[in-house]
């Protein structure tokens, strides 16, 4: 993995100088736009739509345009005279328990590594943290942009994820709030029934993305010369009439569609005779 910032984590008045990592990376399968005709690559261009030009890189500067329809054009420098006190390193303020983190407010996971002669402060940092069940709030600075964080410790790595402003999430202003939906006691009791039947322990190990592999193999069919046969979009469900009996016949088919024993340890076991399906699903989202 290649550094992407250097800094040092500030711990009270334990300075860490670490290195940081991206955690996560999107996988899939990536295209470029071509002309259908000669698969020749199309080209984005910097056009200016009051000169009519095109643009070099060296002239485009950020702007933000007023209500009036003007623009006010800032340049680099504008950006480095900000007061920016985090912006290389990662302040941390207050640990807090992880159950008040709303998951809506993070963003990308980054790993912190110990710079040379730090593996000291660092350690201590991450027994202190990882013995504590807290997670550290903190402040840093990335590509010109301050956010909050958070600190935790992920199989020995101290990791930093980046939170959302509070101003940033929206709220779910919806009209249905404000409707009462009747909720009849066995329909809950069936649906709570549902929920236990399909309770086990998480293992993302066990999902795959099958539209990324179905994908590939059709990539692959091509530039092997086949034919790709295509068997159609699977059946639509049409409406369901009972909501009764669509939760019981949802537990019955969980309870058939359970993993057997070794596959995921359940809470609860499960009947026996239980039979496995083959996983479906898409793995977990990260930032």
């Known amino acids: 993995m290649r550094s992407i910032w250097n800094g040092a984590v500030s711990f009270g008045l334990v300075t860490i100088p670490v290195r940081m990592y991206a955690a996560t990376e999107q996988r899939g399968v990536t295209f470029n736009l071509v002309h259908r005709e000669d698969a020749g690559r199309i080209r984005l261009r910097r056009f200016c ?16 345009e007023l209500p009036t329809g003007e623009v006010v054009v800032l340049e680099g420098e504008d950006f480095e005279d900000l007061p920016l006190s985090t912006a290389h390193r990662i302040e941390v303020l207050q640990f807090a328990p992880a159950e008040q983190i709303d998951p809506v407010l993070l963003g990308r996971a980054y790993y912190l590594e110990p710079d040379e002669g730090a593996a000291g402060p660092y350690a201590l940092l991450r027994e202190a943290l990882g013995r504590s069940g807290r ?97 159609g979009p699977p059946p639509e469900p049409g409406p369901t009439a009972d909501l009764m009996a669509a939760l019981r016949a949802s537990v019955e088919a969980a309870k058939r569609e359970r993993p057997a024993s070794g596959e995921g340890r359940r809470r609860r076991p499960a009947p026996s005779g239980d039979a496995r399906e083959e996983t479906r699903g898409r793995p977990p989202r990260t930032a």
């Open 49 to 64: 739509s009051a000169c009519e030009q095109e643009v070099p890189y060296a002239e485009v500067a950020r702007g933000y």
């Open 135 to 231: 997670v550290g709030i903190a402040k840093v600075a990335l590509r010109r942009r301050e956010s909050l964080a958070t600190l935790r410790v992920r199989e020995g790595v101290l990791v930093l994820e980046t939170m959302l402003w509070p101003d940033e999430v929206r709220p779910a202003d919806f009209a249905f709030l404000e409707e009462e939906a009747e909720v009849r006691p066995q329909e809950l009791r069936m649906a709570e029934s549902l929920v236990e039947s399909m309770t086990a322990d998480f293992d993302p190990s066990l999902y795959r993305d099958a539209y990324r592999r179905a994908l590939e193999e059709v990539i692959e069919a091509k530039v092997a010369g086949r034919e790709v046969v295509s068997t």
